[in-house]
């Protein structure tokens, strides 16, 4: 179990505790000078003194080891410590020659303000409290002298009228801190407030115009509808950016750290945003030497989100040249990595006062050449924070006209489990061979280039050789990933090369690039030949890159191909046809989804408040597949309309999925914890609700066919028919490995309690004590796609009374809780499959 972090104690008792060490080590190195030597050596006191102060520095090393073991906030150990400190005072001036000890009445004061300053006015009130009772224990003439007794009564009041006025500072000052932190949360729960009402209409805007796409449009219109859509992402970005810098502003920002593979998280990241650079004709590159660790332990989430922040806004503010990301690392001693990234652009650059204000909240930089002040100025104010919540720096590096290079630096540990990362990083070295005819030098120029990136080639000279190693590859089913064809090879006429492949169909769906000098004009002649690029000599190793890994990862060259809602909910393998109920009381939301679901051949049937929700659920003879809820309607919400759904008796529960405008973590963890099946955020992604909905019914299609019970199917003697994997991959999906850990933990703690409570109401024969309990178990097994518990449980809800004396509901009671302990194993096992693909 790991040791809770300091940070949880919000009185910073370590600090406090670390000067009371360095004070006392001063205070002994005075103690033990003149004049109080001579005193001690004529009154035999030295072993005495000795002695407390071993008892002195030995207690400051246990409230030490106290506070690193047990770091939550602790009166009574604050209480403790003033004590020692006072009480060490108290006894050197007591112990002192006369007038030598007056010089320790400073420590008085420095543990009242200490203690008031750190824990607030009622701990200064107690340090005063238990301070007067130590200068009083002083004032004895027997051993200051009866000539000095007047003048420490006066400096006793005059502490006291200090220590008064002290206390009225502190508690001003700390009352001006909460009306500022007050002050902070108010406005940051405006601002999460407010991202997530705009949510809303914006739904409508973005749903409206994917729905208009999908109808027959001109050039234009198709063209206004893209720039619609740009927008609308554009300002969905921005909402949630403010809803991060809320997130961060009131401390609800968490870390999830896991093992991850540096160079496979940057190919995700820097992949994602390759088009937006290569539509404005900008190159991106991004490398990572050999010699820099790979397999790592951090928070990728948010890793990724300072790499889209920096890199993203490099690209907006760069017109010509392109964006380069390095990646090295720092020495470092022990097991600690430092890892240094660097985006390094050829933009408008920035100015010294610009880059002072840089990471300011809601600061845009201004440039006089290009008038351009984009933006919120969140984007950069979110990577600082992110970067120092991860424990590390960030800065700029900037010359106006020139470009800026923005780095940060970040402390990671070496991964935890690199065993687990080994086969993500084997997959990313396999990648598709590509075909290279050419020339000789060219050929062994694209080949050590492409070497570089772990991308195999196959190299020749032979257009003849060529059509015979495409014909080999297409009979092995393993088509090239891609096919380089030099325009002045030498035995074959290009366009004739193009035709006879073409013929025998051995280009298909593989990109073929064609290489030729800058004279070349692209046009539609080479694009009918089955040509898809070109590629200019001298090889620039930059857009070769770029264009290989378009060619490597399809997925990501979105541009401007349109695939239709209908045709992608096909791809996905989606079952059509099926009804679907959506609870939504917003009329523009309503149209929004209906149409999308109706673009994907399903039918739909709307409600607009959780009364008439529940009165068609009621209706057995409405045939439902799927039920969408808004979790935000008016009287009762979408979790109420499902837990009151969860309690009607249904012969096959179906998927829920639930919209809400609140993209918060803890709201997603309640909607799972009710018992949806999957969570979505508005405005609503089309193609990401066709693809849950795909995900939740292709399983349910399958199996709606066998009989509540029945585990004599083939699939039962698999290990994952305990579990539906794809209900635990939305989890993940929602929130990685580590959310879903969470999860399954509280899954297993309340599953044990409750099958404590069914064993206790079966041996009290407790009818509706059993029931509950059985229901609540049932509810946790739908959550978490436990097929098989969810059918133990329904059989054992299907018991009557009278059955609490008989013999069935022992052996199911029984079959129960051995099913509760297999699916816990399964679920583990799919949790640390989940990962080791991370």
């Excluded at 619609?228 to 970005?237: A, P």
């Excluded at 995900?695 to 509540?708: D, E």
């Amino acid at each position: 179990m790991r040791r809770p972090s300091l940070g949880l104690n919000p009185g910073n008792e370590l600090e406090q505790a670390s000067v009371r060490l360095l004070m006392g080590l001063a205070l002994y190195a005075y103690v033990y000078t003149y004049p109080y030597t001579s005193w001690f050596n004529q009154h035999d006191s030295l072993q005495s003194l000795n002695q407390t102060a071993l008892v002195f520095f030995s207690a400051i090393l246990l409230l030490l080891a106290s506070i690193w073991v047990w770091p939550q906030k602790s009166p009574l150990r604050r209480v403790i410590g003033m004590c020692m400190d006072v009480g060490m005072a108290t006894y050197l001036i007591q112990a002192s020659a006369g007038i030598a000890g007056l010089p320790l009445l400073g420590i008085y004061p420095w543990v009242i303000i200490g203690n008031g300053f750190r824990f607030g006015t009622r701990y200064a009130v107690a340090a005063t409290f238990i301070s007067m009772i130590g200068i009083a224990s002083v004032l004895d003439p027997r051993h200051l002298g009866s000539g000095n007794s007047h003048a420490l009564v006066a400096t006793l009041i005059i502490f006291g009228v200090l220590f008064l006025y002290m206390s009225k500072l502190i508690s001003r000052l700390n009352g001006a801190i909460e009306e500022a932190r007050k002050a902070s949360l108010i406005k940051s729960q405006f601002l999460a407030k407010m991202s997530h009402e705009l949510r809303t209409p914006l739904n409508g805007v973005m749903g409206m115009s994917e729905l208009l796409r999908e109808t027959p449009l001109s050039a234009e219109q198709t063209e206004i509808t893209g720039l619609i859509q740009n927008s609308s992402r554009t300002l969905l970005e921005l909402i949630e950016n403010i809803l991060d810098i809320s997130k961060i502003e009131a401390g609800k920002l968490q870390l999830h750290p896991v093992d991850f593979s540096l160079r496979s998280l940057l190919d995700q990241s820097c992949s994602s945003l390759l088009v937006l650079a290569q539509k404005k004709g900008l190159y991106l590159v991004w490398d990572s030497p050999e010699s820099t660790p790979d397999l790592l332990h951090g928070d990728t989430r948010r890793l990724r989100q300072v790499l889209y922040n920096l890199i993203g806004n490099a690209i907006k503010f760069t017109e010509q040249g392109g964006i380069e990301i390095k990646v090295r690392s720092l020495p470092v001693t022990h097991r600690e990595i430092r890892l240094r990234f660097e985006v390094i652009d050829t933009g408008c650059g920035l100015s010294e006062a610009a880059q002072e204000h840089l990471f300011e909240a809601f600061t845009q930089v201004h440039n006089a050449t290009q008038n351009n002040a984009e933006g919120t100025g969140l984007g950069t104010t979110i990577a600082k924070e992110l970067v120092e919540k991860m424990g590390g720096q960030i800065g700029v590096e900037s010359v106006p006209d020139k470009g800026s290079r923005f780095w940060f630096e970040l402390p990671l540990q070496p991964a935890e489990k690199p065993e687990t990362l080994q086969e993500t990083v084997v997959n990313r070295a396999k990648q598709t061979p590509v075909l290279i005819l050419a020339n000789p030098a060219l050929g062994q120029a694209l080949g050590n280039a492409l070497k570089t990136w772990n991308i195999p080639s196959t190299q020749t000279d032979s257009s003849h050789r060529a059509l015979e190693l495409l014909r080999s590859a297409g009979n092995r089913g393993k088509s090239f990933g891609q096919v380089f064809v030099d325009q002045q090879m030498m035995d074959m006429a290009v366009d004739h090369f193009a035709r006879l492949a073409r013929d025998e169909q051995l280009i298909g769906h593989t990109p073929w690039v064609l290489v030729s000098d800058a004279s070349l004009r692209f046009d539609r002649y080479f694009q009918d030949m089955g040509f898809s690029a070109v590629l200019t000599t001298p090889i620039d190793k930059k857009m070769l890159f770029n264009l290989v890994h378009t060619v490597q990862n399809p997925r990501e060259n979105t541009g401007n191909n349109i695939v239709s809602l209908h045709d992608h909910y096909q791809q996905s393998q989606g079952k059509k046809g099926l009804s679907i109920l959506v609870a939504e009381d917003n009329i523009i939301n309503q149209k929004v989804v209906q149409g999308i679901l109706r673009q994907a051949g399903h039918h739909v049937r709307v409600s607009s408040d959780s009364e008439e929700t529940l009165d068609i659920l009621a209706e057995s003879s409405f045939p439902l597949d799927l039920l969408i809820l808004d979790r935000n309607m008016p009287g009762k919400g979408g979790l109420d309309v499902l837990k009151a759904y969860q309690m009607m008796e249904t012969a096959h529960p179906v998927p829920v999925i639930m919209l809400t405008a609140d993209a918060t973590p803890e709201s997603m963890q309640a909607c799972l914890e009710a018992g949806a099946s999957a969570y979505l955020t508005k405005p609503v992604d089309a193609r990401m609700l066709l693809d849950q909905i795909a995900r939740l019914c292709q399983p349910r299609a399958a199996s709606a066919k066998a009989p509540v019970g029945s585990t004599a199917s083939a699939a039962a003697t698999r290990s994952g028919a305990l579990i539906d994997e794809s209900a635990l991959q939305g989890i993940v999906d929602l929130g990685g490995p580590e959310f879903l850990a969470e999860i399954l933990r509280d899954f297993a703690q309340d599953g044990e309690q409750l099958l404590r409570v069914i064993q206790t109401a079966l041996q009290q024969e407790d009818y509706p004590g059993y029931q509950d309990a059985i229901h609540a178990l049932k509810g946790s097994s739908m959550q978490m796609g436990a097929h098989t518990l969810l059918e133990n449980c329904l059989q054992a809800e299907a018991l009557k009374p009278h059955a609490m004396s008989g013999a069935e509901i022992l052996n199911i009671t029984a079959a129960l809780q051995q099913t509760f302990h297999k699916t816990c194993r399964a679920l583990t096992a799919y949790l640390d499959g989940q990962r080791q693909t991370r």
